[in-house]
């Protein structure tokens, strides 16, 4: 069997047979992968507490037929002992690692983007001590754009007439003009717009500056966006605790 290095967060984890695991993790070279860490579960395994769900990893993998197998394991950043520690911060994150793994759609194919978004996002949350909340808003609109779904929130999602606009709508992909508009738009107050804009691109000056009514209000509608292009949605997102 070949052998490849690779880093990688741990998203998900299942038991297998007595002492086994299947560990799902998001990559930096190779994407998604779905691999098997043999006697992970038995007291003397030598890397067991390495291959937790939040767990930023450098990994020794051999390829497998249907799975690939964990033979070495090392931690980079052991951001599941602060999350842990949290309830905010752990049900943001569990939202952010259920997220990666379903807009990272087939194993194997390189998804550097996602997987430095996933990362910052957790070093941001757990290091930086950004509130747990915008980090999984900024996070989730930052996911979607890179999967190719960017909302709009200076120009008109349809026609592209510049802003500022009253209405937004998930499924017509951000704000709409008066024209434009279709029914059942929410009708945002133009700061949560700028809240919106702000999660978007990152800039953490004007979220820290943010009111905390437009903070729920873009929480809601980030909610709703995310909700309409996964079609299906999140277990995970109902814990979240929200301000």
Not at 59 to 87: K, M, N
Not at 135 to 144: A, G, I, M, T, Y
Request: glycine residues 10%; aromatic residues 6%; hydrophobic residues 45%.
């Amino acid at each position: 069997m070949g052998l490849y290095r690779d880093e990688a967060v741990v998203l998900r984890t299942q038991k297998l047979g007595e002492a086994d695991r299947i560990v799902t993790l998001l990559s930096r070279e190779h994407g998604r992968i779905r691999a098997v860490a043999k006697g992970v579960r038995r007291t003397t395994s030598r890397f067991g507490s390495r291959l937790e769900p939040f767990t930023h990893v450098d990994l020794q993998l051999a390829e497998g037929r249907s799975l690939d197998v964990i033979t070495q394991a090392e931690t980079l950043h052991p951001f599941g002992a602060r999350v842990g520690a949290d309830y905010e911060r752990y049900t943001a994150g569990t939202v952010m690692l259920e997220t990666a793994e379903r807009l990272v759609v087939e194993d194997k194919e390189p998804a550097l983007q996602q997987f430095l978004l996933l990362v910052g996002a957790l070093r941001a949350m757990c290091e930086q001590d950004r509130p747990a909340g915008q980090v999984l808003d900024s996070f989730l609109l930052r996911s979607l754009a890179v999967a190719g779904w960017a909302p709009s929130f200076d120009g008109c999602a349809r026609c592209g007439l510049e802003g500022p606009h009253r209405a937004f709508n998930p499924a017509q992909g951000g704000m709409l003009c008066a024209t434009c508009r279709v029914p059942g738009s929410a009708s945002p107050a133009f700061e949560t717009v700028a809240l919106l804009g702000a999660l978007l691109a990152g800039d953490w000056d004007v979220v820290e500056a943010s009111d905390v009514r437009h903070r729920r209000e873009a929480t809601g509608l980030v909610a709703a966006y995310l909700s309409w292009h996964l079609e299906r949605g999140l277990k995970s997102i109902a814990l979240v605790e929200r301000v």
